[in-house]
T-cell receptor, first 114, second 114 residues
């Protein structure tokens, strides 16, 4: 397996634009996590899914952020409208059976909102 | 994806010496713990894990110790090498009614001096 695949690797956008980050988890994994990494807050859990169903989205900062998982092999994190304070590295991770095994991370998407 | 230059505690270690990285976790209900290593330009990578019914686990050059009484976790790296220079995170899994939530600590930067 190629591991968790995220796209794009880098995204630069203007304030107010919509941004969509994409993730392909490892085949067979039933948990998918979205994290944001910033200088101030470190690695924050935004939302996680189990079997394509959102379980806990309490980490999503505000309504501008939304995440979907239409099937077991694809998830998106959308920011609309984007703001400069959304600039961060966004990671997707997947695992099998959640708390029994480690989560595998993608390479991340570095988002810059100008 | 890069570790984003966090204002982290830093541990400077001479090559060949042993390193000890500490982590305090927050939830007494956490049942599974993982140490991750993050190198520049990459997502976090699994190092070693430990379940709450254990107090010690050893891997290759690494040992994790768990003290549930004081909610403390440590990672020991034997004979630290230049390739060990990275940011290290502890993560705790919290079982929720609907799923397993994996959250991260603030991280420690390890710098290995030749």
């Amino acid at each position: 397996d190629a591991g968790v695949i995220q796209s794009p690797r880098h995204e630069v956008t203007e304030m107010g634009q919509e941004v969509t980050l994409r993730c392909k988890p490892i085949s067979g994994h039933d948990y998918l996590f979205w994290y944001r990494q910033t200088m101030m807050r470190g690695l924050e859990l935004l939302i996680y899914f189990n079997n394509n169903v959102p379980i806990d989205d309490s980490g999503m900062p505000e309504d501008r952020f939304s995440a979907k998982m239409p099937n077991a092999s694809f998830s998106t994190l959308k920011i609309q409208p984007s703001e400069p304070r959304d600039s961060a590295v966004y990671f997707c991770a997947s695992s099998f059976s959640g708390g029994n095994t480690e989560a595998f991370f993608g390479q991340g998407t570095r988002l810059t909102v100008v | 994806g890069e570790s984003v230059g966090l204002h982290l505690p830093t541990l400077s270690v001479q090559e060949g010496d042993n390193s000890i990285i500490n982590c305090a976790y927050s939830n007494s209900a956490s049942d599974y713990f993982i140490w991750y290593k993050q190198e520049s330009g990459k997502g976090p990578q699994f190092i070693i894990d430990i379940r709450s019914n254990m107090d010690k686990r050893q891997g290759q050059r690494v040992t994790v110790l768990l003290n549930k009484t004081v909610k403390h976790l440590s990672l020991q790296i034997a004979a630290t090498q230049p390739g060990d220079s990275a940011v290290y995170f502890c993560a705790e899994n919290i079982f929720e009614a609907a799923g397993n939530k994996l959250t991260f600590g603030g991280g420690t930067r390890v710098l290995v001096k030749p």
